[in-house]
């Protein structure tokens, strides 16, 4: 107790007296006071304020996973751009594929030296040119269909009486005929193969006299020798004194050429193919087909007009048909 004035005071807080609270605590309870804190630190306010957000941009959010990307390319660890150029140099090369497919199915072209003439892809072929001469071609093509050929005669010389660029270097035929005789017949004088682009050749005159060339080198064949010409091509001398020339395309397709001499004075010349292209004349010919017979349209009647003054007169169904006779009893 002090006193002042004779006045006594207190010198402590009764005991049931709160305590006094710490600057910057809320009055609203005391919480369990908390090792190293001030004495308040465990109240809980009854109210929460929201709380004011720093300035600026929010704060970015993790990115979730993303699924595997079809344009990457897990196996050399990139993505994006080089997978993507993978699928297309794919598509690229199957559509090559594809383009050089239908090219050998229905003839666009094949891989060897360019003939100059249109070709035909055909499965199956055969081809002559004998006597004097006739001509024939027979085949079907890559749908299965029969190409429009048949049997017919020329007595003309042909530079390309058959050729195919499925071959390297090309696949020629070419004939010379004789001279007219008085009736004008004429005969194959000389039959001719060129391959490789004309590297190599192979001739048969109409007396069975021959020739066999190859880059340069003669080559002297005896009955029954067979003589390999590169690139797949093959030469072979029959015991009949006849030649075949056979050639295989890199695609497996085939063409072979026999030459012989007919001992008429002339050389016959026959082809059989598989698989392969086909042009020249043989092939291409526009002489010799048909030209249909044209069909004259019947005469029509005027168109009447009932309006008109005119009188038509009625024409008889045939041109100077006679008009036909009434006989009276």
């Known amino acids: 107790m002090s006193y002042i004035n004779n006045n006594a005071y207190p010198t402590a807080f009764p005991a049931a007296a709160m305590p006094e609270a710490e600057p910057g605590a809320m009055p609203f309870g005391v919480g369990p006071q908390a090792s190293g804190g001030r004495r308040n630190d465990g109240i809980v306010p009854i109210f929460r304020f929201p709380q004011p957000q720093p300035i600026g941009f929010p704060q970015p959010q993790p990115r979730p996973i993303d699924p595997p990307s079809p344009f990457s390319n897990p196996g050399n660890g990139a993505t994006g751009m080089p997978g993507f150029m993978s699928l297309i140099n794919g598509f690229i090369n199957a559509l090559q594929t594809l383009l050089a497919n239908l090219g050998n199915e229905f003839g666009f072209g094949g891989t060897g030296t360019p003939s100059g003439t249109p070709e035909t892809y055909v499965r199956n072929a055969d081809a002559s040119s004998v006597g004097d001469p006739h001509d024939a071609f027979n085949g079907t093509n890559g749908s299965g269909g029969t190409i429009a050929g048949g049997k017919w005669d020329n007595m003309q010389s042909h530079a390309d009486l058959l050729d195919s660029d499925s071959f390297a270097g090309g696949y020629t035929v070419s004939t010379t ?95 059989s193919a598989q698989n392969v292209d086909l042009g020249g004349y043989l092939v291409n010919r526009t002489d010799g087909a048909p030209w249909p017979t044209p069909v004259m349209p019947l005469p029509m009647s005027p168109v009447f007009d009932p309006y008109s003054s005119e009188t038509w007169p009625t024409p008889s169904i045939l041109p100077n048909a006679p008009e036909p006779q009434i006989a009276l009893e």
């Open 177 to 271: 005929t004789t001279t007219p005789n008085a009736k004008g017949v004429t005969m194959n004088a000389s039959a001719n193969v060129a391959l490789d682009g004309g590297a190599t050749d192979i001739t048969m005159n109409a007396n069975g006299s021959f020739s066999v060339s190859s880059y340069g080198h003669n080559m002297q064949m005896q009955r029954g020798q067979s003589v390999q010409l590169g690139d797949g091509a093959r030469v072979s001398l029959g015991a009949d004194d006849a030649l075949t020339i056979s050639d295989t395309a890199a695609s497996g397709g085939t063409l072979s050429t026999g030459l012989t001499a007919n001992g008429h004075g002339g050389v016959d010349v026959t082809a």
